[in-house]
Structures are given as structure tokens and as C-alpha cells.
């Protein structure tokens, strides 16, 4: 799977949008981009992924560069209860044969007042 | 909606106790996966089923063994327990061969003393 480098950490104020990045500039591609959160000692949540295309849904979007070398998930009025780590996960899709989904470090989004 | 149920939700264990985890996935939900996150860790994959048989390994201790029953549910069992196996235990399950999305559950703390 392809590795990603993301922040360690970002701040973000209530309201305001959360743009999150994601460097995978070995992504292969078969490779799917996959974006989860952990809220403090929840169990992870999927948020939204995609291959090439951008991808909207009821959560966030996921814009995607041409190149596929990197991707940002955004949060577009962020609020409190999106303080949480989110991870970015490049790997081939699940159905493919492979079913691990591996999570790496990800980023400590804080939402402040 | 109905989400992955994990059993017990907190438990405690001497040293060199075995313990069994409970992972109830949701309903039509045939693969279930096992993570294990130690304190300030992310998420690290155990092991997988697919329709009641093993589809993928990870980091599982040969004291740990796991299965998948005829109606779907998993257990993951431990032994000969160590400190180092306090964590929280995650499962998590998704549509096999039609789902690309992980549905985890609120996890089972373990603490061995």
C-alpha cells in the first residue's frame, strides 16, 4: 500500500472550514484514497473515499489532484464534535481481494469556540 | 440503525488470565476485522474473516486466536494474557465483495493487572 504523510496536527475555528491534506505521491492506479476519523477512544468512522474523481457526501468532500500524488478532505463548517484524528488511507480497494485497511498516523484536528 | 456490537465493554484480567471478545456485526454484514489501539497508538489490524473463514493476518499474537460463527458474530480469544495486552479492542464489519466501507464498533477496553 502506498504510504501517505499528513500533518500531526491542525487547528481550526468552529464554523469555519476544515481542510485537512494528504501527501501519497506513490499512490498506484488501482489505489483508493480513504479518509476516517477517531473521535477520543471511539471506534474509527468512515468519512468518504475516492479514486480519482473529486467525492461530496453528507460529511465532507474529498478533492483529489490530477495527478493523484495528494488529496484534502474538507470539513466545510467545521464544528466541536469534529475534534478527532483523521486518517488517510491509500490502498487498493477492499473488494479487490485484499481486505486490510491499515491506519497509519494521522492528523489531530482540534475545533475550537 | 443498527451498529457493530462489541461484548463486554470494559473487562479486567489478572496476568497469564484468558479473556474472550465478543463482536456482534451488523445485520448482513459478512466480514469482521479486529483491531487492537494500546494507549496514545493508532489502530493496529489483527486479523479478518470473510463469510465465516479467515481472509487476512496482521499483527495477532500467537496467544490470540479468533473465529467467525455460522451466524456471522466473532471471537476473539486471548490467553496467557500480558500487561502489554491492555488496549482497547476494536471490530469492525462491512458487506463483503460489495461494501467498501468499515463500520466499527465502540470497542472493548482491557485492562490486565
Known amino acids: 500500500d502506498a504510504k501517505t504523510t499528513q500533518p500531526t496536527s491542525m487547528d481550526c475555528a468552529e464554523g469555519r472550514a476544515a481542510n485537512l491534506p494528504c501527501n501519497h505521491s506513490?499512490?498506484?492506479?488501482?489505489?483508493?484514497v480513504y479518509w476516517y476519523r477517531q473521535i477520543h477512544s471511539q471506534g474509527p468512522q468512515y468519512i468518504i473515499h475516492?479514486?480519482?474523481n473529486n467525492e461530496t457526501n453528507e460529511m465532507a468532500s474529498l478533492i483529489i489532484t490530477e495527478d493523484r500524488k495528494s488529496s484534502t478532505l474538507i470539513l466545510p463548517h467545521a464544528t466541536l464534535r469534529d475534534t478527532a484524528v483523521y486518517y488517510c488511507?491509500?490502498?487498493?480497494?477492499?473488494?479487490?481481494?485484499?481486505?486490510?485497511?491499515?491506519f497509519g498516523k494521522g492528523t489531530m484536528l482540534l475545533v475550537s469556540p | 440503525a443498527a451498529g457493530v456490537i462489541q461484548s463486554p465493554r470494559h473487562l479486567i484480567k489478572e496476568k497469564r488470565e484468558t479473556a474472550t471478545l465478543k463482536c456482534y456485526p451488523i445485520?448482513?454484514?459478512?466480514?469482521v476485522y479486529w483491531y487492537q489501539q494500546g494507549p496514545g497508538q493508532d489502530p493496529q489490524f489483527l486479523i479478518s474473516?470473510?463469510?465465516?473463514?479467515?481472509?487476512d493476518k496482521g499483527s495477532i499474537p500467537d496467544r490470540f486466536s479468533a473465529q467467525q460463527f455460522s451466524d456471522y458474530h466473532s471471537e476473539l480469544n486471548m490467553s496467557s494474557l500480558e500487561l502489554g495486552d491492555s488496549a482497547l479492542y476494536f471490530c469492525?464489519?462491512?458487506?463483503?465483495?460489495?461494501?467498501?466501507?468499515?463500520?466499527f464498533g465502540s470497542g472493548t477496553q482491557l485492562s490486565v493487572l
Open positions: 469492525a464489519s462491512r458487506i463483503g465483495q460489495v461494501s467498501e466501507k468499515l463500520f
Open positions: 506513490t499512490i498506484s492506479g488501482n489505489e483508493y
Open positions: 475516492g479514486l480519482k
Open positions: 488511507i491509500v490502498r487498493v480497494g477492499l473488494n479487490s481481494g485484499y481486505s486490510t485497511l491499515t
Open positions: 445485520p448482513r454484514h459478512d466480514t
Open positions: 474473516f470473510y463469510e465465516k473463514m479467515q481472509s
